[in-house]
């Protein structure tokens, strides 16, 4: 038997991990990386109690490997703290989310999706990931955030010239930069015009909802903060919502005959959707800090290090799904890890849902059938997200 090496920023393992996850579950269940200096879970059960444990696997030095290691302290964010004031902060952006405010969203999701995906019939094919999967998701936090329609078309734009890339462009940093600029200063002037005419709509329910101090008594969030959180928001909501429908793009044209349940019976979408997030996690690695010694198969990991919660590995454990490589869109796949769980779980899971479940009813209404052009297919490169950076494909 060869040794097993498991790292997240190996192209060639990320191209593929599920062999070398299996491998860890079954062989090394606490595996150790010396080379990153990291250890790591694999199995469902592990991931899910380490994900509760947040006394032991603290997130407050990031939750990204390679964001760990920096010295400073990354931007405050939820996703970023522990609790206490993880949760006095997550309970007032939660009221942005409230299940009346997704709900309201759905009609203005779907005309989102009509609208990208509407230019696209009639044509030989397109790109399953650029033209369509990361266009949806900003457009849907604009409007979720109450942008005006006027507005929207140049978030559109500056969202696409984000994810434009020249042929041989190697370092896009700077460009990056000047559009997250722009649309930082739209959202600051959108922020101020909000606070002075405040509306019904998420982005008045954060400007007003006030927040407990330590002394007990109460504020409101400040610009820096709310515009923080915008930021979150998109960096949470676009890449991971991106990669869920990039997934769709690639399994379904590998599993035609689950794909022609869907265009057969559109009901099954929702328990598509769940199944695709087992199978494929859009954002498969959740990073800990360890606060205190911490015994795990037997091995000690000792304070200090870095822990890996390997969620994508968790949607494919044999001891929790049965014939976990299977890609069955009518299995009843019950709990996943793959919006986290506990604390962190995913803010924004019953939006992504929603935006999920839209984009494939509307995409197979369409496009009931397509082949990929593999070859020209190409894969996101970031220690945070797996998928599809480009998909073509053929109608
Ligand atoms: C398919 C799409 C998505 C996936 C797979 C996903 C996955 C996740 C995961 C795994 C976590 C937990 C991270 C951890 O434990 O360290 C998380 C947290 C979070 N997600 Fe999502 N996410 C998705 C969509 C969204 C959307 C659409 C939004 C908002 C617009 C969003 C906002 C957040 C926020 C704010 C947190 C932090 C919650 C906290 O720390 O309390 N996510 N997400």
New binding site residues.
Partial sequence: MSEIYYDPYDYAIDADPHPVWRRLRDEAPLYRNERHDFWALSRFEDVLAA?LDHATYS?ARG?VLELIRLENRPEVS??FMDPPE?DRL?ALVSRAFSPRRIAELEPSIREIVRSTLDPLVGSRGFDYVADFGAKV?MLV?STMLGVPREDREQIREWTDQLLHRDPGEVDPDARILELGGKMMGYFSRYVAERRRSPRDDMMTDLLQAELETDDGGKRRLSDPEVLAFIM??SG??NE??AR?LGWAGSVLAQHPAERAKLVARPGLIPSAVEEL?RYE???PV?ARSVTRDATWHGERVPEGSVLLLL?GSAGRDDRQYPDPDRFDVERDVGRHL???FG???????S??RL??RVALEEALARFPTWEVEWDAAERVHTSTVRGWAKLPIRV
Avoid at 343 to 349: D, I, V
């Fill in positions: 994900s997130s939750t939820i996703i993880h997550r998701p936090i979150l928001l949470a909501g991971t919502v869920l997030l996690a859009p954002s959740q969620t793959s919006f986290g604390t962190h779980f995913c803010l924004g899971a939006l992504a935006e999920g």
